[in-house]
C-alpha cells in the first residue's frame, strides 16, 4: 500500500493557489512524491523571540551608581540604557523608552529600588527586585531642567535641583512633589544682582540633616536650613563650581572650581576658605597665586580611623601638559600620586566600609568609569593596583569585524581552551576581591557548552566561553605575530591594500571537533592553525602564494523575464605538472618596467624564529599576490575539511584549494571555468608562481569595501585556457590596450566584456531549471556587499560534503558545493589519490559538474540532509596534538574519511538545502530536482542565514535586512516563524549576526555590547530561571555609635522629621503644570513589581512599625497595670501577715 501524506498534498494545493511567497513544493518527472516524505516535527509552537543577556561595556557611559550595602554597581549612558553589574556572571541590562541621555543614578540603599534622571528632565524610580527591572514611577519636568538629584541615606525625599536655580522635593513612595520649594532668590543674598546659575551640588550636613548644602554653578555655595527655611550661611568663590564634598564629622567641606583649585570651608566660617590649594599647579617662588590648571570635574574627601583622609579628584592637570592622558589624583596624606587612564574619565566613585556619611568613610576601592573601560583601584595596597575584571568588558579592545557561535559544542573545548588561556594573564593585579560582589547567579538547568569567537581590527582572535548566560574570555590568539610589523609609517609597505588594519580578520572557519582553526585577513591572506598544548618554536613559518587571477569570461546578465543561459568556457587545458616550490626558496615579487607590481604579497611574512606557546599555532600561510600592477581581491569565503587535510578560499577571481598537510596548491579555478562541462581533469600541483601567461579576458570589479573605485581596471593574467579560433584575435586586442593605458575605462571594459561573450557564444549551454526559475532576475544590490559593485561574479560560500555529483551515481563521493554571489550553485567532485615512489605527493582530480540550481541572491549557506532530514556535516578527523609523540599520533586515525550514504533505489537518500539572499531551495540530489523552494522576501534581502538544530531536528534561521527573522523547516521549507524584530540600522549588525544551535543567536549591538536573543520557546519559558537576580536580602549596618559625652552633650548627628516637613499637611500641594506624574508600566508584571517591590515593601514596613509602636504601647501599660496589681497585692500581703503575726491559732 502506497504511504499518502495529506500534508503535502494541501501544501501542494495551497501553492498552487497563493502568491510566489509562499512554499511551494514540485514534483518532478520520474520522482514519486510519495517517496519524498520526511517526517518533520517542528511547529511554529517551538519557536519565540526575545533578549536574554547583554554582554561587554556600556556603550558611551554618561553616569554611575553604587549601592554600598548591596554592592551593586550601576552605569547609565548618553542612549537611555541602564547596566547593572554585581558579582562575575551577574549583569542587566534596562531601557529608557525615551533613549535620552542618563545624567545621574541615585540607589535607594538596600532597598532593591534605583532613581535615574535623564537629559529629557524625567526621573524614573525603577525596581531591582524582579529579575528584570521594571519601572515603577515616572515625574516629567515640563518648567525646569533637572541638573542634579541627591537622596540622603534611609529617606524617602529627594532633592533635585534645577537649571533655574530652584530645589524641588519629591516623595520616592509615591513620586508626587511636595509643595516645599527652596527658590533661588531666597537662597542667595538680596543684594546680588546676577543669576547664580544651574544648582550643581546638593547634600545634606552628616551631622545635621537639617542643613542642606547647595552649590551654584557661579561659585556660591548655601548652608539652607530646612526648618527655618532660609540660609544660614553663604560662601563666596571667584571661580566656577564643579563638586562638593563633606568630612564625616560636618564641619568642613571641600569644592573643587574651573581653575583647578580646591577651597576647603569651615561651616561657621563664611568669610573666606580655610585651604586653597591648587593640586597640579606650579607654585611661584614669591607667594603669588598659581597658575591656573584645568577644572577639576569632582573631588570626594573620605576619612579614616587609623590614619590621613584620602583625597580622589579628577582632572585639574596643568595646561601645559598638552597630549596628556587623562588623570585620576589620589591624595593621601603628603603624597600624591596621580594615575593615567588609557581613555577620558567620565565619572569616579570611592567605596567605603560604611553607607552612614557621618561616620569614618574607610574607602577601600575607587571605580572609575572611562569613556571605554571600567577600572576598580585598590587604595589598601602600595602603589594602588587595579583589581582585574570579572566582566568580559574588553569585547571592543580592537574593533570587532566578524562574530561565529557555536552552542552545544564539544564539552572538552572549554577547558582546554580555559587550560591555555589561563597562561596568558597578566600579573600585578591586586590579590584582594572584586568588591562589586552584589547578586546570585541564575538557577537554569541548559548547561551546553557554547564558544563564542571574535575577530578583531587588530588581528587577534578571542574565544569566549558563553554558557548559562555569561561571557568569559578563554584565549586570545595574535594572528599579527606571524607578519612582520612596520615600525612607523615611512616603513609601511607599499603593497598594503588597505590603509589602516592591514591585519584585520575578514572571515574565519571553526572545526571544534578538528580543532582546526582558518582564518582570512583584509590583505587577501589565509593562516590556519592547529590546536596543540605544547610550546614550540618554528624556525621558519611555512608561506604558499597563490596567483588567484580574473578569469575573463564573464556570465552575462539576463534580461527580466528572460531565460537564464550563462557563459560557458571550454574546458581548460591540462597545465603541466609542475612541483611546488619550497615557501622559503620562493623568488622576490618583480617589478616591469613601468612600476607593476607582480608576484609580491601585500604583506610580509615573518623571517625570525616564531615562539609559538601552548594554543593554537601557525601551520600554513597562504599569501594571495599582486598580479600585473593589480592588487589580489579580497577574500570572500572560506572553508576547511579536516578529514582531508584541505582548505577552499574565494573571492571574486575564482577559488583556490590547498593542501595544508603537504603544504601545496592544488587547485586553482576561475569563476567562469567552474562553469565548464563535467569532463574530469586531472590536476597536479602546481607552483602558486606559475610564470605569467596570456589569456583573454577582462577583471572589472569593485569587490569589498577598501578597493577604490577604480582598482581591477587593468588586464591581467590567467592560466592558459584554449579558445575558439577568435583566440588570437582576442590576445592581440589585450596587448594593445596594454600598451596604450594600464586603465580602462568602463566603456572600453564593456565593450571588452560583450565581444569576449561574443566570442564564447559557441560554447553556450543551458542550465536545467525547474519552471518558475527559467525566468528570473540575477540579483545585483541585494547584498550587503553588493552595493556599487560591477558584474563579475564572486565566490560566497562553500561546503564540503560526501553527495552524489552526478545523476548517474549511485556511491556518494566527496564534493565541493561552491556558491556565488549571483545565484549559482555549482558542484565539483574532488578525488584524493596518494602519489607513488616517484610521486611522493597526492593529486587532486576534479570535475566541475556544471550548475546544480539557480537562486535569486548571492547564495549565503549551503548544507547537506539525509533521507531522515537529519544533518550530514563534513567529514572531519578526531583531534590530535600535532607536536605530541608519535604513539599518541597512531592512536587518532588519520584522514578517516566519512561512510559515504548508499543511494536507495526508487528514492533520493540525499536533500541538498541552498539558501539565497531571496530564496531558499532544496534538492534531491541523486536526480538532481527541485523539490522544494520557498521565497524569503521580495522587497528585502536575506543579510545571514544558516542551518540549525532545533528539538532534535532541522531548521533554516534567516535575519532580513528588513529587521525580519524568520525560520523555515527542512526539507519542507515551511514558515515557522517570522517576526520583526531589528531593522537594519548599522553595518556592524549585518557583519555580526550569526544564529546558532538550540534557538540562540547574537549580534554586536553597539561597538561595546554583544547582544544575545534566543528565537526558542523551550529558552524564553525557562529564562526567568536562568537570569541572575540583583537584590538579595542583606541586614543593613548599624549605625554608628553616638558615644556617651556626644548623647550627652547633643554633640552627635541631628535627625530631622522630613514627613512633616515635606509633607502636605505642613508643606501644601505642589503647582500640577511643574511636573506629570507617569504610573510604571500598567502590565500585570509592573503592578506585581509595584506590589512587592519597594513602594510596597515601604508602606509595609511603616505600617508594621506602628503597629508595632501600638503593640509596645499596650504592653508597656498592661505591664505597668500587673506592676500596680502586684505591688497592691504585696501590700494586702503585708498588712495580713502583720494582723495575724502574734496572734495564735486558737485566736483566729
Same mark, same amino acid.
Given at each position: ?114 532613581? @535615574? ?10 525596581? #531591582? ?60 543674598? #538680596? ?824 528565537? @526558542? ?132
Amino acid at each position: 500500500m502506497k504511504k499518502f501524506n495529506i500534508r503535502k498534498v494541501l501544501d501542494g494545493l495551497t501553492a498552487a493557489s497563493s502568491s510566489s511567497s509562499s512554499s511551494s513544493a514540485t514534483a518532478q518527472p520520474g520522482t514519486p512524491r510519495e517517496n519524498d516524505v520526511v517526517q518533520e516535527t517542528l511547529q511554529s509552537e517551538h519557536f519565540q523571540l526575545c533578549k536574554t543577556v547583554r554582554h561587554g561595556f556600556p556603550y558611551q557611559p554618561s553616569s554611575m551608581a553604587f549601592d554600598p550595602v548591596q554592592k551593586i554597581l550601576a552605569v547609565g549612558t548618553q542612549t537611555g540604557a541602564l547596566r547593572l553589574f554585581g558579582r562575575a556572571g551577574v549583569e542587566c541590562y534596562c531601557q529608557h523608552e525615551s533613549g535620552a541621555a542618563v545624567i545621574q543614578l541615585q540607589f535607594l540603599i538596600n532597598e532593591g529600588a534605583l532613581v @535615574s534622571a535623564l537629559a529629557d528632565d524625567s526621573i524614573h524610580l525603577w525596581n #531591582l527586585r524582579q529579575k528584570i527591572p521594571a519601572i515603577l514611577h515616572s515625574l516629567k519636568f515640563s518648567r525646569e531642567r533637572i541638573t542634579y538629584c541627591h537622596l540622603p541615606f534611609q529617606s524617602k525625599w529627594l532633592y533635585i535641583g534645577s537649571e533655574r536655580g530652584n530645589i524641588h522635593i519629591v516623595n520616592v513612595e509615591s513620586f508626587t512633589l511636595s509643595g516645599y520649594v527652596i527658590m533661588w532668590n531666597k537662597a542667595i543674598e #538680596l543684594s546680588t544682582k546676577t543669576h547664580p546659575g544651574p544648582v550643581v551640588h546638593i547634600s545634606d550636613n552628616p551631622m545635621d540633616e537639617g542643613k542642606l548644602l547647595i552649590g551654584f554653578e557661579c561659585g556660591v555655595v548655601v548652608l539652607w536650613d530646612l526648618k527655618s527655611k532660609k540660609a544660614d550661611y553663604r560662601y563666596n568663590y571667584d571661580e566656577a563650581i564643579h563638586s562638593v564634598a563633606w568630612h564625616h564629622e560636618g564641619k568642613q567641606f571641600v569644592c573643587s572650581h574651573s581653575d583647578g583649585s580646591l577651597t576647603t570651608w569651615n561651616i561657621r566660617a563664611p568669610a573666606k576658605p580655610a585651604q586653597i590649594i591648587t593640586p597640579h599647579g606650579k607654585q611661584p617662588k614669591d607667594g603669588k597665586k598659581p597658575e591656573p590648571c584645568k577644572p577639576i570635574l569632582k573631588v570626594e574627601y573620605k576619612t579614616t580611623r587609623a590614619g590621613d583622609p584620602f583625597m580622589v579628584l579628577s582632572g585639574g592637570l596643568s595646561y601645559d601638559t598638552v597630549g596628556r592622558r587623562a588623570c585620576l589624583t589620589v591624595m593621601h596624606g603628603k603624597s600624591t600620586t596621580v594615575l593615567e587612564m588609557d581613555y577620558p574619565i567620565v565619572d569616579f566613585l570611592t567605596l567605603c566600609e560604611t553607607p552612614y556619611p557621618n561616620d569614618f568613610q574607610e574607602p577601600y576601592a575607587v571605580v572609575v568609569l572611562l569613556e571605554k573601560d571600567l577600572v576598580v583601584i585598590d587604595l589598601g595596597q602600595i602603589g594602588y593596583p587595579i583589581f582585574e575584571s570579572p566582566y568580559p568588558l574588553s569585547i571592543h579592545e580592537s574593533p570587532v569585524t566578524c562574530c561565529e557561535y557555536f552552542a552545544d559544542c564539544p564539552s572538552e573545548l572549554i577547558p582546554a581552551l580555559y587550560s591555555v588561556g589561563s597562561r596568558q594573564k597578566r600579573q600585578g593585579y591586586s590579590k584582594k576581591e572584586w568588591p562589586i560582589s552584589g547578586g546570585n547567579w541564575g538557577q537554569g538547568t541548559q548547561t551546553y557548552p557554547e564558544i563564542i569567537i571574535t575577530g578583531h581590527a587588530d588581528g587577534s582572535i578571542k574565544f569566549w566561553d558563553a554558557s548559562a548566560l555569561m561571557l568569559q574570555v578563554l584565549y586570545k590568539l595574535k594572528t599579527a605575530k606571524v607578519f612582520e610589523r612596520a615600525r612607523g609609517k615611512e616603513e609601511k609597505p607599499s603593497t598594503d591594500i588597505v590603509d589602516e588594519d592591514p591585519f584585520a580578520i575578514q572571515t574565519l572557519f571553526w572545526c571544534p571537533e578538528s580543532r582546526m582553526l582558518c582564518v582570512a585577513g583584509v590583505s587577501a591572506h589565509v593562516i590556519i592553525y592547529r590546536f596543540s598544548k605544547q610550546e614550540v618554536t618554528t624556525e621558519v613559518v611555512q608561506l604558499l602564494e597563490v596567483r588567484l587571477q580574473c578569469e575573463f569570461s564573464e556570465v552575462d546578465s539576463p534580461d527580466p523575464g528572460g531565460e537564464q543561459t550563462p557563459t560557458l568556457p571550454t574546458p581548460a587545458a591540462p597545465s603541466s605538472p609542475q612541483e611546488a616550490e619550497p615557501p622559503n626558496q620562493l623568488t622576490a615579487g618583480v617589478n616591469s618596467s613601468e612600476g607593476a607590481r607582480d608576484n609580491i604579497p601585500c604583506l610580509q611574512v615573518r623571517s625570525s624564529p616564531l615562539k609559538q606557546s601552548p594554543g593554537y599555532q601557525v601551520e600554513l600561510v597562504v599569501q594571495l599576490v599582486w598580479v600585473s600592477g593589480e592588487p589580489p581581491q579580497q577574500i570572500t569565503s572560506l572553508a576547511v575539511n579536516s578529514s582531508l587535510g584541505l582548505v577552499v578560499f574565494g573571492n571574486s577571481n575564482g577559488l583556490a584549494v590547498v593542501d595544508y598537510v603537504q603544504k601545496t596548491l592544488l587547485l586553482n579555478l576561475g569563476t567562469s571555468e567552474l562553469y565548464s562541462p563535467s569532463d574530469p581533469c586531472q590536476r597536479q600541483p602546481r607552483s602558486p608562481r606559475k610564470p605569467r601567461q596570456p589569456s583573454g579576458g577582462f577583471c572589472d570589479s569593485n569587490d569589498g569595501s577598501n578597493n577604490s573605485e577604480d582598482r581591477c581596471k587593468s588586464p591581467t593574467s590567467g592560466s592558459t585556457s584554449p579558445c575558439n579560433s577568435d583566440d588570437e584575435r582576442k590576445q592581440n586586442f589585450i596587448e594593445k590596450v596594454k600598451l596604450k593605458s594600464r586603465r580602462f575605462s568602463k566603456t572600453v571594459a564593456n565593450d571588452f566584456a560583450k565581444m569576449s561573450r561574443k566570442i564564447s557564444s559557441s560554447g553556450e549551454q543551458k542550465l536545467d531549471l525547474d519552471g518558475k526559475d527559467n525566468a528570473f532576475t540575477r540579483s545585483r544590490s541585494s547584498s550587503v556587499t553588493s552595493i556599487d559593485r560591477e558584474s563579475r561574479e564572486a565566490i560566497s560560500s562553500f561546503y564540503f560534503c560526501e553527495s552524489f555529483p552526478r545523476k548517474s551515481d549511485s556511491l556518494a563521493s566527496p564534493c565541493l558545493l561552491v556558491g556565488t554571489t549571483q545565484g549559482s550553485v555549482m558542484m565539483v567532485a574532488l578525488g584524493l589519490q596518494p602519489g607513488g615512489d616517484q610521486k611522493p605527493q597526492q593529486t587532486l582530480s576534479f570535475a566541475s559538474c556544471g550548475t546544480l540550481v539557480q537562486l535569486k541572491g548571492g547564495i549565503l549557506t549551503m548544507a547537506l540532509l539525509d533521507a531522515a532530514g537529519t544533518l550530514l556535516p563534513p567529514s572531519c578527523e578526531a583531534w590530535y596534538d600535532p607536536n605530541a609523540s608519535d604513539e599518541e599520533k597512531e592512536k587518532v586515525r588519520r584522514r578517516r574519511p566519512a561512510t559515504p550514504p548508499s543511494s536507495q533505489e526508487g528514492q533520493d537518500s540525499q536533500f541538498a538545502v541552498l539558501c539565497s539572499e531571496k530564496q531558499a531551495k532544496v534538492v534531491a540530489m541523486t536526480s538532481q530536482t527541485i523539490i522544494y523552494k520557498h521565497n524569503i522576501t521580495e522587497t528585502s534581502f536575506v543579510l545571514r542565514a544558516d542551518v540549525v538544530q532545533m528539538a532534535g531536528t532541522y531548521c533554516i534561521a534567516c535575519f532580513c535586512a528588513n529587521g525580519h527573522i524568520m525560520s523555515l523547516s527542512l526539507p519542507s521549507l515551511r514558515p515557522l516563524l517570522d517576526i520583526n524584530y531589528l531593522p537594519l540600522t548599522d553595518m556592524r549588525i549585518a557583519r555580526t549576526f550569526c544564529f546558532s544551535n538550540l534557538g540562540q543567536a547574537l549580534y554586536l549591538t553597539s561597538p561595546t555590547e554583544i547582544q544575545r536573543i534566543t528565537y @526558542s520557546q523551550e529558552t524564553c519559558d525557562n529564562l526567568q530561571e536562568m537570569l541572575s537576580e540583583l537584590f538579595t536580602p542583606v541586614e543593613t549596618p548599624e549605625a554608628p555609635n553616638r558615644g556617651f559625652f556626644k548623647g550627652l552633650f547633643g554633640g552627635g548627628a541631628q535627625s530631622l522629621d522630613r514627613e512633616d516637613l515635606f509633607g502636605e499637611t505642613t508643606a501644601g500641594k505642589a503647582s500640577r503644570s511643574l511636573a506629570q506624574h507617569i504610573p510604571g508600566p500598567g502590565s500585570m508584571e509592573g503592578m506585581k513589581g509595584a506590589a512587592s517591590g519597594v513602594v510596597g515593601d515601604l508602606a509595609r514596613a511603616r505600617v508594621a512599625l506602628d503597629e508595632r509602636g501600638q503593640k509596645l504601647g499596650e504592653l508597656e501599660e498592661r505591664t505597668a497595670a500587673m506592676m500596680a496589681s502586684a505591688e497592691s497585692f504585696s501590700k494586702h500581703a503585708h498588712n495580713m501577715m502583720v494582723k495575724y503575726k502574734d496572734k495564735k491559732w486558737y485566736q483566729l
